[in-house]
């Protein structure tokens, strides 16, 4: 089956703009969660989305967003970017019910200049 | 609410030495730990989960209750082994949430 998508691979946005990243669960996936990548920071949780709605949140300012649609896919929207905001940015899906697995995507990776 | 400690951001040992990366965490319930795994330019994946207590690519990890920790071990160390290493804790019962640590950098030297 097919594993999880994220689109797209590579951004190059400046100071100021909004970027949205895309993330497509693998099939009957219903929980999509987003993580920010840094090598200073390691991974870190921004939020999780199940049957379309927020059930976890991060640390992270208002200016991190997300949802997630009736067929699971998920998008992740960052306002008003800044240079810190340069990572790789994960998608994971999961059956999202006890001891399961998270199947990650390959990452959107994200450059603020 | 539920942490994931992992003390140490790198770890740099030997071919052949014994390997053990260290995970602690705070959870109230009965905890459900995964150790996942990144080699370099691949996606990040799941390596072993402590319900299976199972041996993957010669690791293992033990759930220790008492001192909340879920070390991950290997006897002898290979150069393959060097990735990023995560480990999680996903809360039992219920819907899932899972909490990852900052992640250890394992490092084989030849």
């Known amino acids: 089956k097919a594993g999880v998508t994220q689109t797209p691979r590579y951004l190059i946005k400046t100071r100021g703009q909004q970027v949205t990243l895309s993330c497509s669960p693998i099939?009957?996936?219903?929980?999509v969660s987003w993580y920010q990548q840094t090598p200073g920071q390691g991974l870190q949780f921004l939020f999780e989305y199940f049957s379309e709605t927020q059930r976890n949140k991060g640390n992270f300012p208002g200016r991190f967003s997300g949802r997630q649609f009736s067929n699971s896919r998920s998008e992740m929207n960052v306002s008003t970017l800044e240079l810190g905001d340069s990572a790789l940015y994960l998608c994971?899906?999961?059956?999202?019910?006890?001891?399961?697995?998270?199947?990650f995507g390959q990452g959107t990776r994200l450059t603020v200049v | 609410a539920q942490r994931v400690t992992q003390p140490e951001k790198l770890l740099s040992v030997f071919k052949g030495a014994p390997v053990e990366l260290k995970c602690n965490y705070s959870y109230s319930g009965s905890p459900e730990l995964f150790w996942y795994v990144q080699y370099s330019r691949q996606r990040l994946q799941l390596l072993l989960r402590h319900i299976s207590r199972e041996s993957i690519k010669g690791f293992t990890a033990d759930l220790n209750k008492g001192e909340t920790s879920f070390h991950l071990k290997k006897p002898f160390a290979q150069e393959e082994d060097s990735a990023m290493y995560y480990c999680a804790l996903s809360s039992s019962g219920g819907y899932q949430k899972v909490t990852f640590g900052t992640g250890t950098k394992l490092q084989v030297i030849p």
């Open positions: 099939s009957g996936h219903r929980s």
């Open positions: 994971a899906s999961s059956l999202g019910t006890s001891n399961t697995e998270a199947f």
